[in-house]
């Protein structure tokens, strides 16, 4: 192989690898902007998921007042089902 035959083929090797490069620059750059994109997904996934465990949270709250609520009146109507058996055991008594 003569001098020029070589340099002829390392120039195509290296237009080759140009190409290459240029090819897997592009490649790159989308494949960066991908992952800027699923980044911004996966912050705003994550701000929606702590958006709906605080509502969980308050939903639970609010359960358990509620059902503290339903207790409370529960034992007044014991309560007042205790006095009216209090005055009715009275009258009997008298």
């Known amino acids: 192989m003569s001098l020029i035959q070589r340099l002829d083929h390392i120039e195509a090797a290296i237009k080759k690898l140009q190409l290459k490069c240029r090819e897997l620059e592009i490649e790159n750059e989308e494949l960066k902007l991908k992952n800027t994109q699923n980044q911004e997904l996966l912050k ?12 969980n949270k308050i939903s639970k709250l609010a359960e358990g007042l509620s059902a503290d609520q339903d207790r409370n009146q529960i034992k007044a109507q014991i309560d007042e089902l205790i006095d009216e058996i209090d005055h009715c055991i009275k009258l009997v008594k008298n």
């Open 44 to 55: 705003k996934r994550a701000e929606e998921i702590n958006n709906l465990e605080e509502q």
